[in-house]
């Protein structure tokens, strides 16, 4: 069965860092592009970045809102993808989400989400 | 590639048929899919490929378009429909979304 599941979400003060994870099963993750998808509080989704396969590099790509300050990676002997999130700010508390593929545009995973909140 | 989802919210009765539409900046070659979300849940597919339903979805929901141009359709709508939708694009990356219709019973 496949199943993504995040981990290491939680309340952090602005300015710190956070790193999140995301555990897969269920599917060659070696061949998948992982992604994380986040959603703030009423608001709708939005695609935070992704991690290509090693065939495709292994390199990753993010959105303007984080570019510089969030680092993805992956361990593929793991079977694990990261979010290192680093000089949070107010505007990324959010759910974020791990998301992938497995071929493209077929059936889409999502995992359960992880709440991260930037507060003093 | 942006998404215009509309319409953005709706009041539906048990029973009615809805249509939601999601208008792509440019082609995506079906390469779209539709989620229902409910409050503090995670995103959940109904839709892939423009048309295919996702197994285990109800047969009320279809999906329909190509091109640009794509189409959620509930059938004989029932309480647990209750929820936001969303369509993607996975196409190309990166992934976008609509921005979400709320469809209220």
């Known amino acids: 069965e496949m199943q993504l599941v995040e981990s290491g979400g939680g309340l952090v003060k602005p300015g710190l860092s956070l790193r999140l994870s995301c555990a897969a099963s269920?599917?060659?993750?070696?061949?998948?592009?992982m992604r994380w998808v986040r959603q703030a509080p009423g608001r709708g989704l939005e695609w935070v970045g992704h991690?290509?396969?090693?065939?495709?590099?292994?390199?990753?790509d993010y959105a303007a809102a984080v570019n510089g300050r969030f680092t993805i990676s992956r361990d593929d002997s793991k079977n694990t993808v990261y979010l290192q999130m680093n000089s949070l700010e107010t505007e990324d508390t959010a759910v974020y989400y791990c998301?992938?593929?497995?071929?493209?545009?077929?059936?889409?995973?999502w995992g359960q989400g992880a709440l991260v909140t930037v507060s003093s | 590639i942006q998404l215009t989802q509309s319409p953005s919210s709706l009041s539906a009765s048990v029973g009615d048929r809805v249509t939601i539409t999601c208008r792509a900046s440019?082609?995506?070659?079906?390469?779209l899919a539709w989620h229902q979300q409910k409050p503090g849940k995670a995103p959940k597919l109904l839709i892939y490929?423009?048309?295919t339903l996702q197994s285990e979805v109800p047969s009320r929901f279809s999906g329909s378009g190509s091109g640009t141009d794509f189409t959620l359709t509930i059938n004989s709508l029932q309480p647990e429909d209750f929820a936001t939708y969303y369509c993607?694009?996975?196409?190309?990356?990166?992934?976008?979304f609509g921005q979400g219709t709320k469809v209220e019973i």
């Open positions: 998301s992938t593929e497995i071929t493209l545009g077929g059936v889409i995973y």
């Open positions: 269920g599917f060659t993750f070696t061949d998948a592009w």
């Open positions: 991690i290509k396969s090693r065939s495709y590099g292994g390199t990753a």
């Open positions: 440019q082609g995506i070659n079906n390469y």
């Open positions: 490929a423009g048309s």
């Open positions: 993607q694009q996975v196409n190309s990356n990166p992934w976008t």
